[in-house]
């Protein structure tokens, strides 16, 4: 059973730094991309970064591109996310998610993780 956990989220204020991990199991993602998405309340799911597992190419959303920067460990099956500069507006429930191949749609998604930024 394939399981994505999040884990690390909590409050920050305005400015300050968080990290957020997310751990798989079940499987290798090793030529998955796997990414994070972000949900605030009463807003839709929304794209945040990605990483492709095999070559650790990166991708991010202008809103969080400088601020941002998502790795992985392969060797863990494991990605992360360091937020910077964090602002109010990043707060959300932040997801972990993988696709099952290369180039396919995210299949997999944890459960989610709280971050909430204080002004």
């Known amino acids: 059973q394939v399981q994505l956990v999040e884990s690390g989220g909590g409050l920050v204020q305005a400015g300050g730094s968080l990290r957020i991990s997310c751990a798989a199991s079940g499987r290798t993602f090793s030529r998955s991309t796997m990414g994070w998405f972000r949900q605030a309340p009463g807003k839709e799911r929304e794209f945040v970064a990605a990483v492709s597992m095999s070559s650790g190419m990166p991708r991010y959303a202008d809103s969080v591109k400088g601020r941002f920067t998502i790795s992985r460990d392969n060797s863990k099956n494991t990605i992360y996310l360091q937020m910077n500069s964090l602002k109010p507006e990043d707060t959300a429930v932040y997801y972990c998610?993988?696709?099952?191949?290369?180039?396919?749609?995210?299949?997999?998604w944890g459960q989610g993780t709280r971050v909430t930024v204080s002004s």
């Open positions: 998610t993988a696709t099952s191949r290369p180039g396919s749609a995210y299949d997999y």
